[in-house]
């Protein structure tokens, strides 16, 4: 064993192993995602070992051994700062949120990097997904600042294609396009120029339409969200109320956007999106 090591960690993970112990993957401030093992943690307590507890998106002061040859490092204390799983549990839009979170930060973050910042909005995340009205702003708020932080922020102020041309968007008439390859918001001429190339690319067989093809097209109101959006912090996004149409436009586009960027088939945005309209389908909501 190498010496101690005692930082915070917010639960992203956990899978049970042998008949008493477990297996946790924390994001933590200082190193990144941290994954340790928990002796006995499965234990009722009152007995030796840790006794239970260690919930996902619970957030915990630890000590843990990290092992010199690498692997898992052995959970020694942990103390509980806040656990939301009995609000996030009994909700299931509110779990569905909380599953996005979880998703962008596990993508998002890496072994032994420094994550402030990502644990700090992750831990802002866990609050909103708690208390916010419109979980939909809440959580592409969410997943657009971490993005950002792991240096994917979309974008919007200038063109991601040439560079000098403004964006077309921003307003409630203009169509705008969301190019996941060139990582933002194209002008209109970067825009018909991507554009036709896709549509060549989806004649001779070599690409598809949408996220085939990186490209997202978004109405003017979706567009001006994902440009408040990135401006503004999670906290200050929870609370605009758009129209459930530039939701769920925007839902596909983040999620597509990350999906291309990250190299990993997202899929907890729309997951969410479409558990809300299912409710509001039979009144639920």
């Given at each position: 064993m190498s010496g101690p090591l005692k930082t915070f960690g917010i639960v992203l993970a956990r899978w049970d192993f042998g008949n008493t112990s477990r297996v946790l993957s924390f994001l933590t401030?200082?190193?990144?995602?941290?994954?340790?093992?928990?002796?006995?943690?499965?234990?009722?307590?009152?007995?030796a070992g840790l006794g239970g507890g260690l919930d996902l998106l619970s957030q915990n002061e630890i000590l843990c051994y990290?092992?010199?040859?690498?692997?898992?490092a052995i959970l020694a204390e942990w103390s509980e700062l806040c656990n939301p799983a009995a609000e996030l549990g009994t909700d299931p839009v509110r779990f569905a949120a909380?599953?996005?979170?979880?998703?962008?930060?596990?993508?998002?973050s890496a072994e032994g990097e420094d994550s402030a910042e990502l644990f700090r909005l992750l831990a802002a995340g866990t609050a909103l997904a708690v208390s916010a009205e419109r979980l939909i702003p809440a959580a592409l708020a969410s997943a657009l600042a971490m993005l950002s932080s792991a240096g994917f922020r979309p974008a919007f102020e200038t063109c991601a294609g040439c560079g000098g041309g403004r964006p077309v968007g921003g307003g409630r008439g203009a169509a705008a396009v969301l190019s996941a390859a060139?990582?933002?918001?194209?002008?209109?001429?970067?825009a018909e120029l991507v554009g036709s190339r896709a549509a060549?690319?989806?004649?001779?067989?070599?690409?598809?339409?949408?996220?085939g093809s990186?490209?997202?097209?978004?109405?003017?109101?979706?567009?001006?969200?994902?440009?408040?959006?990135?401006?503004?912090t999670p906290e200050a996004g929870a609370r605009l109320r758009p129209s459930r149409g530039a939701e769920r436009e925007l839902l596909g586009a983040?999620?597509?956007?990350?999906?291309?960027?990250?190299?990993?088939?997202?899929?907890?945005l729309?997951?969410?999106?479409?558990?809300?309209?299912?409710?509001?389908?039979?009144g639920c909501r």
């Amino acid at each position: 064993m190498s010496g101690p090591l005692k930082t915070f960690g917010i639960v992203l993970a956990r899978w049970d192993f042998g008949n008493t112990s477990r297996v946790l993957s924390f994001l933590t401030p200082d190193r990144g995602r941290l994954g340790v093992l928990a002796k006995g943690a499965r234990r009722p307590k009152g007995t030796a070992g840790l006794g239970g507890g260690l919930d996902l998106l619970s957030q915990n002061e630890i000590l843990c051994y990290e092992r010199r040859g690498g692997g898992l490092a052995i959970l020694a204390e942990w103390s509980e700062l806040c656990n939301p799983a009995a609000e996030l549990g009994t909700d299931p839009v509110r779990f569905a949120a909380s599953a996005v979170l979880v998703e962008y930060a596990r993508e998002c973050s890496a072994e032994g990097e420094d994550s402030a910042e990502l644990f700090r909005l992750l831990a802002a995340g866990t609050a909103l997904a708690v208390s916010a009205e419109r979980l939909i702003p809440a959580a592409l708020a969410s997943a657009l600042a971490m993005l950002s932080s792991a240096g994917f922020r979309p974008a919007f102020e200038t063109c991601a294609g040439c560079g000098g041309g403004r964006p077309v968007g921003g307003g409630r008439g203009a169509a705008a396009v969301l190019s996941a390859a060139q990582g933002g918001m194209l002008c209109a001429g970067c825009a018909e120029l991507v554009g036709s190339r896709a549509a060549e690319a989806r004649r001779r067989g070599r690409g598809g339409a949408g996220g085939g093809s990186g490209l997202f097209r978004l109405s003017g109101e979706a567009a001006a969200l994902l440009g408040a959006l990135l401006r503004m912090t999670p906290e200050a996004g929870a609370r605009l109320r758009p129209s459930r149409g530039a939701e769920r436009e925007l839902l596909g586009a983040v999620e597509g956007y990350a999906s291309w960027r990250l190299e990993k088939g997202m899929r907890s945005l729309t997951a969410l999106g479409a558990m809300v309209g299912r409710l509001e389908a039979v009144g639920c909501r």
